[in-house]
């Protein structure tokens, strides 16, 4: 089957400090993966979505600028949240398809618990 | 835009099917998911029906797919302990490629 691995799993950090969430499809290569986050009790809200070799492509109301996504290559994609705050408090998770597959099956990552103080 | 919704809570007792329903505005929907959320982990995609079905059965999971209502419901016979957990429906369409839209979670629970 196809793995979704995301670093870290949880991540503690100060308030105004940068922290950085990767996202790696372990064996299969995806030219387009996907950014969630998820509050305590609620849904996956889509964040935005990641091209490989290309600008990501963000939902309404989430500010490129503070959630910056890269897709360096077939296998990775980052999401770095920029001078965080307590509301960026999350779960975040990231899910790929794998590239050329008909079926549209997206695999998530188990997702990162960001907590910020 | 793109809506997805269901019941954010259920009890059903141990032995007893479990039925989760959910309801789309997406006409366009190609894939219509359900996706098993235990605590503290990540997804787990249960199964998934494309739009040109009605139905789908994969052991003791049964998907109901009412297209022109656009409605779906997940089945789940004989219900364990196990099965407790978030289920979450989940669109996308053909012409938005991978996007998927997900609803609120049916949060399941089972009582001896």
């Known amino acids: 089957g196809a793995v979704v691995s995301q670093h870290p799993s949880r991540v503690i950090c100060k308030s105004g400090t940068s922290v950085k969430i990767e996202c790696r499809s372990l064996?299969?290569?995806?030219?387009?993966m996907f950014w969630y986050r998820q509050f305590p009790k609620q849904s996956l809200m889509l964040m935005a979505t990641?091209?490989?070799?290309?600008?990501?492509?963000?939902e309404q109301g989430v500010e490129k600028d503070k959630f910056l996504i890269n897709h360096a290559s077939l296998t990775l994609s980052t999401l770095t949240v920029t001078s965080a705050h307590p509301e960026d408090s999350s779960f975040y998770i990231c899910s790929a398809p794998r590239a050329g597959d008909r079926n549209n099956e997206q695999f998530f990552g188990p997702g990162t618990r960001l907590t910020v103080l | 835009g793109e809506d997805v919704e269901q019941s954010l809570f259920l009890s059903v007792r141990e032995g007893d099917s479990s039925v989760i329903n959910c309801t789309y505005t997406d006409s366009s929907s190609t894939y219509l998911y359900w996706y098993k959320q235990e605590p503290g982990a990540g997804l787990q995609l249960l199964t998934y029906?494309?739009?040109?079905?009605d139905m789908k059965q994969d052991q003791r999971l049964t998907v109901l797919l009412n297209k022109k209502d656009k409605h779906l419901s997940l089945r789940i016979a004989d219900t364990q302990t196990g099965d407790s957990a978030i289920y979450f429906c989940a669109e996308s369409s053909y012409s938005s490629a991978s996007k998927i839209i997900f609803g609120s979670g049916t949060r399941l629970s089972i009582r001896p």
């Open positions: 029906i494309f739009s040109n079905m």
């Open positions: 990641s091209n490989e070799g290309s600008k990501a492509t963000y």
């Open positions: 064996d299969f290569q995806a030219t387009t």
